[in-house]
């Protein structure tokens, strides 16, 4: 499986490293953040699904206890006539798709969505969706699941199908274009729980701070290379890389170019921090 295209987005392609590679590598697990370099996406790491035809995937976060707990993320790999048409058994669980090589066809509520590169769809709870590589190659595609918190009086948000290349990035104030930010869901439309971005960094760019916030992160490489803060590390990171960060982590970065840097980030947002039941001190 290594159908190499000329996408403007990095993809793993598996395989395995020869038998003469040193095992030095920039693989990290830490109580704040994860680092899983594009090096480690091989062939024995990969995971199959229930219900779903002619696919395999890497898993790059799932909920863990103590460290980041609102989402999953895989990197989907479809063969041409693959797909799903039961590719969510949770009823609670939402979802957002990006294609970063190929294309993918998305079947919501009877109508065909056909993302390309750089396609994003979001889908929202119980809503029955339905994928399939209709196309003559390979497709690869992020899928980022949240449990979906319903709140009472909010109707649930509405399905999304969009691309990247049609949307203008959003300059961060302040920075002259060095850091933008391309946007899929509106930042002020409370009923979406998640957002998923895509950062622009131009060479030379930089985060000027260590932020330090209650959002929990999943930041993978699309292009280019930087030197990311996390926690208290500076950690070199390049395209294919992938970050995981837990609430409060404090990150900062730094693009020395000689390209662009580029990653798609999650985000959980716009809802109450969950709290212990009341009755749980008297116990």
Request: proline share 7%.
């Amino acid at each position: 499986m290594s159908d190499r295209s000329n996408s403007n987005y990095f993809s793993p392609h598996g395989g395995l490293p020869p038998q003469t590679q040193i095992m030095t590598d920039r693989a990290m697990f830490t109580e704040a953040y994860a680092v899983i370099p594009k090096g480690t996406f091989s062939d024995i790491v990969t995971s199959y699904l229930p219900f779903w035809d002619k696919t395999r995937l890497w898993v790059l976060a799932r909920p863990l206890s103590g460290f980041a707990e609102t989402f999953s993320q895989y990197i989907m790999e479809v063969q041409p006539g693959g797909g799903s048409d039961k590719p969510e058994e949770d009823i609670y669980a939402e979802a957002s798709l990006f294609v970063v090589e190929g294309e993918v066809t998305v079947t919501y509520e009877g109508k065909e969505h056909l993302l390309t590169e750089g396609g994003f769809a979001y889908l929202p709870p119980n809503s029955g969706w339905k994928i399939r590589n209709n196309g003559s190659k390979l497709t690869r595609f992020h899928w980022i699941r949240k449990a979906f918190q319903f709140v009472d009086g909010l109707e649930l948000p509405d399905a999304l199908f969009l691309n990247e290349k049609e949307i203008s990035p959003i300059s961060m104030p302040d920075t002259n274009g060095a850091w933008a930010t391309t946007r899929f869901i509106d930042p002020e439309d409370i009923r979406y729980d998640m957002h998923v971005n895509v950062v622009t960094f131009e060479p030379g760019g930089v985060i000027p701070f260590a932020e330090t916030h209650v959002m929990e992160h999943g930041l993978y490489v699309l292009e280019g290379k930087a030197v990311y803060r996390l926690n208290k590390d500076w950690v070199e990171v390049e395209a294919g890389d992938f970050m995981w960060l837990r609430a409060f982590c404090p990150q900062a970065c730094y693009a020395g170019g000689p390209g662009k840097f580029r990653y798609l980030l999650y985000k959980d947002v716009n809802r109450h921090m969950k709290l212990g039941s009341p009755f749980s001190a008297l116990r």
